[in-house]
């Protein structure tokens, strides 16, 4: 039988190339993991966001960002009351403070305001 012996700087550079493997194996896990998530997540497209109504879409996007009503209404400069009226739909929010929602919210202006007509589309239908 034929014996392998190692010198030091053979084992140094064995030792070393077996973490190298074992670190590429568990970055090749974690991006298979993550793409996994990524692919399970839906982005919310165009349509979901549109059939959502104005205060919803607020609420929620206000949510996602870990906002408080009155953390948003500070920032748009408003009375936490008046956020709340704008989620529950009791209220809807002036053109300026459209856009400040948008900005703040990350929203497109566009969403915001097919939201908003939406809602008045649905309130006509009910008279």
């Known amino acids: ?14 030792f070393f190339n077996i ?7 568990i970055l090749l896990g974690l ?10 997540d839906k982005p919310q497209t165009i349509n979901s966001i549109k059939s959502k109504s104005l205060g919803e879409l607020l609420k929620g996007k206000r949510i996602e960002m870990k ?10 400069g408003v ?3 008046a956020v709340s009226k704008w989620e529950s ?26 939201s908003q007509s939406s809602i008045k589309k649905r309130t006509r239908e009910k008279e």
Do not use: W
């Open 89 to 114: 739909g009791n209220a809807e929010p002036s053109m300026s403070n459209l856009i400040a929602i948008s900005k703040i919210l990350n929203i497109a202006t566009d969403d915001l305001f097919s």
């Open 19 to 25: 973490g190298l493997l074992a670190l590429l194996v």
């Open 79 to 81: 009375s936490r009351q």
């Open 31 to 40: 991006a298979i993991h993550c793409a996994i998530k990524y692919l399970k």
């Open 67 to 76: 906002m408080t009503q009155e953390y948003l209404a500070e920032q748009v």
């Open 1 to 14: 039988m034929k014996r392998f012996v190692f010198s030091g700087t053979q084992l140094i550079n064995l």
